[in-house]
Nanobody
Framework: QVQLVESGGGLVQAGGSLRLSCAAS????????MGWFRQAPGKDREFVAV????????YYSDSVKGRFTISRDNAKNTVYLQMNSLKPEDTAVYYC????????????????WGQGTQVTVSS
């Protein structure tokens, strides 16, 4: 069982930045690919970014590419999402998730999910 706890959300003005963190309880954290997803009110959850077990490969949705950066620190069992040039349409609850195995496809299923952290971007 892996527990994931997100933090770092909040209220920011458009054009601003936030860094989300996701702390994992897994002893074998480095064996998991980690993803970030988000869900805006009234919308389906959508993929944001994924990073492989080593941090050597990343993949982003088109909507955040060039503005968001996913990274991880396996020594700290933590994955990050640096969000720059934020837009009001980035407002959502952001979730981190973990899965075993390789591949970077946004449609791959995840085994564990955090409780989410709210990000609100004002115009």
């Amino acid at each position: 069982q892996v527990q994931l706890v997100e933090s770092g959300g909040g209220l920011v003005q458009a054009g601003g930045s936030l860094r989300l963190s996701c702390a994992a309880s897994a002893r074998t954290f480095s064996s998991y690919a980690m993803g970030w997803f988000r869900q805006a009110p009234g919308k389906d959850r959508e993929f944001v970014a994924v990073i492989n077990w080593s941090g050597g490969s990343t993949y982003y949705s088109d909507s955040v590419k060039g503005r968001f950066t996913i990274s991880r620190d396996n020594a700290k069992n933590t994955v990050y999402l640096q969000m720059n040039s934020l837009k009001p349409e980035d407002t959502a609850v952001y979730y981190c998730a973990a899965r075993k195995g390789g591949g970077m496809s946004p449609s791959l299923p995840y085994d564990y999910w955090g409780q989410g952290t709210q990000v609100t971007v004002s115009s």
